[in-house]
């Protein structure tokens, strides 16, 4: 079995990387949940030397830090190292989730009409998958993800749970690459089948 260590912002990145190698037939050796955006900027640097000796696929948002992903590589002045790949979510992992578009609608309970066919054009795709629930007919989703004015959050008070069992087991990986709505999606999967291709090789 081809082994390779995985690191994102936080567990719902993780697991989303896990699925994807799943496809490809590769193993987690080793995966990190930074717990954050900012502690995972620290500990580039260190994930990124390290792949000169075992191979890596490391997920970051954009969010609005940037216009793209190039830009935010150059500006991060990040030396991207072959073994790794390091991968850029537009904007964050919702914009991968929406790809999904009959899985994640028949999940929460809304028409599939009303989740975006670009969702890599949101600017805040968290924001909007949650104010989506709470149009949902399921009320206990609704209570976890959609936000409630009293609490003065943009969401629910166990979204990042609920989008974690989502990913988990509910997340349609093939389709969400074949349908090709997240084009960030598809090219981080590109990249993880190139990296089990060389692996094979070796």
Known sequence: MMRVNIAGEGACDVRAVERILEIYGLEVAAKYDCRGKSKLDKRLPGFLAASNHMPWVILRDLDNDAECAPALIAVANL????????????????????????????????????????????????????????????RDLKSRLAARPEDGAIVGPEYGAAIFEFIDKHWNVEKAIEDALSPSLVKAANRISELRDELQQR
């Open 79 to 138: 030396q991207l190292s072959p073994p790794a790949r390091f991968r850029v979510v537009v904007r964050s992992i919702e914009s991968w989730l929406f790809a999904d578009r009959e899985g994640l609608a028949n999940w929460m309970g809304v028409k599939s009409s009303l989740i975006p066919k670009s969702p890599e054009n949101i600017l805040d795709p968290k924001q909007n998958l949650a104010q989506l629930a709470a149009k949902s007919r399921q």
